[in-house]
Every structure is written in C-alpha cells, then in structure tokens.
C-alpha cells in the first residue's frame, strides 16, 4: 500500500531511469482508493513518457 521506503524508493529511481522502457508495479491488496492514488503518483514520477507502464 505504499509504505514510506518503498514510495522513496520508487521516487527516486523512476524520474532518474532516463532509459526505462518498461515498468511494471504490482500493488499490494487494498482499498481501490489508495491503489488509484499510488499509480497517479508513480505514473508522474516516470520521465520516459513511450515507456511502457502495467499496474497491476
């Protein structure tokens, strides 16, 4: 659900992985709610916008 070291992690790899081409996160169980806020977030942090992004 987003603990504070994964969501620091996540922060700081995603905007500096220039060559990223593909991603993907599978999410913990939970309120729909807070797995829609996370992928808002995460999908923000991703700075190559033709990578390819699953949440699941």
Known sequence: Q???AQR????YLLPNAL???N??????EGPFW???E???EMDGWVVNERA?????
Do not use: D, T
């Open 8 to 11: 620091a992690l996540a922060r």
């Open 23 to 28: 991603l993907y996160c599978e999410l913990e």
């Open 2 to 4: 987003g603990g504070r």
């Open 19 to 21: 060559v990223l081409e």
């Open 52 to 56: 390819s992004k699953v949440f699941h």
């Open 38 to 40: 996370l992928v808002h």
């Open 34 to 36: 807070i797995q829609k």
